[in-house]
């Protein structure tokens, strides 16, 4: 009996529940429980971390998953470096639901960056109006840098307001586009955004409408995953599944 757990916290893991509901592919989709207010998704849901490899390997055994499909974010480099050792302990097949990173174009004035400390590092100067295009986790370390005035744009309220002490506070968890984005850069004046290569077309409004206003971004680089199966649209994860689209059966593989 096929029995998929499947990674969330993407619109593509979101999209991946839906065509595996669609098919009747037995499925559970974890949340790492950051957001207060999670999608619902059409199968079981789980919430919370595993315990590192070995609970999760655990977790494995304990449900016979059959397949691991991690279509985390490409930043969540620990939960997917989890994802497949404890695979590999388990004996699970396993998947990554990823994307390609985002690569500059003709127009974009991008500076590169390695990581969130660099990123706070490059910031050093006299102050500027900066977009933060972060999750609400990294917003923190910014702090180091109190001279500039933040835009901030989180998917639900804070209970606690970010400590940087001049910033606009934005709720609100899209889908963004780039005429929005760019109206929104130009009502806080912003010079600068700081974002993550996510990769992807869910929130590349922000690089359409940075390269349509000349501002430039801090692009940070994602970190280092262990080598690993990638495929890049849910429907592949079917024909991985062994699953026949077609006829809603899975073939003798
Ligand atoms: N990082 C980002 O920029 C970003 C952006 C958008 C969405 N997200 C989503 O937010 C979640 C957390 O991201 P992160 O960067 O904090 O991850 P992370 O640093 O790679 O993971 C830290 C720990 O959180 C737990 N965890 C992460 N994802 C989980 C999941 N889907 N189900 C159950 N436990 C999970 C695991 O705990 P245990 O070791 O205890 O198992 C993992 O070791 C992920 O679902 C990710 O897809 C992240």
């Known amino acids: 009996m096929r029995h998929v757990l499947l990674l969330g916290g993407t619109t593509e893991a979101s999209m991946l529940a839906r ?52 279509a985390t974010h490409p930043f969540a480099a620990t939960m997917s470096s989890h994802a497949i050792e404890a695979a590999r302990l388990a004996g699970v097949a396993h998947i990554a639901l990823t ?18 400390d660099s990123a706070v590092a490059a910031l050093a100067g006299p102050a500027r109006r900066v977009m933060l295009a972060l999750g609400r ?28 002490p001049h910033h606009s506070l934005i709720v609100d968890r899209g889908p963004f586009t780039a005429a929005g984005d760019s109206q929104l850069m130009q009502i806080h004046a912003i010079d600068l955004v700081v974002c993550k290569n996510a990769g992807g077309n869910g929130a ?8 349509n206003l000349g501002l430039s971004i801090l692009m940070i680089d994602r970190p280092a995953i262990p080598d690993r199966a990638e495929i890049f649209h849910p429907e592949d994860v079917l024909a991985w599944l062994g699953h026949d689209a077609r006829h809603g059966a899975e073939r003798g593989v």
Do not use: C
Not at 101 to 112: C, F, L
């Open 137 to 164: 986790m990294h917003v923190e370390a910014f702090a180091a840098q109190p001279q500039h005035h933040y835009l901030l744009r989180f998917v639900d309220a804070s209970e606690q307001p970010p400590s940087l």
């Open 19 to 70: 065509l595996l509901a669609a098919h009747s592919i037995a499925t559970t989709f974890s949340y790492a429980g950051r957001t207060e207010n999670p999608r619902p998704q059409p199968v079981p849901v789980r919430v919370g971390g595993f315990g590192g490899v070995a609970g999760l390997a655990d977790y494995l055994r304990a449900h016979r998953v059959t397949h691991l499909v991690d």
């Open 204 to 211: 590349d409004a922000k690089l359409i409408a940075a390269r």
């Open 99 to 116: 994307r390609p990173a985002w690569k500059p174009v003709a127009g974009d004035r991008w500076t590169r960056v390695a990581d969130i």
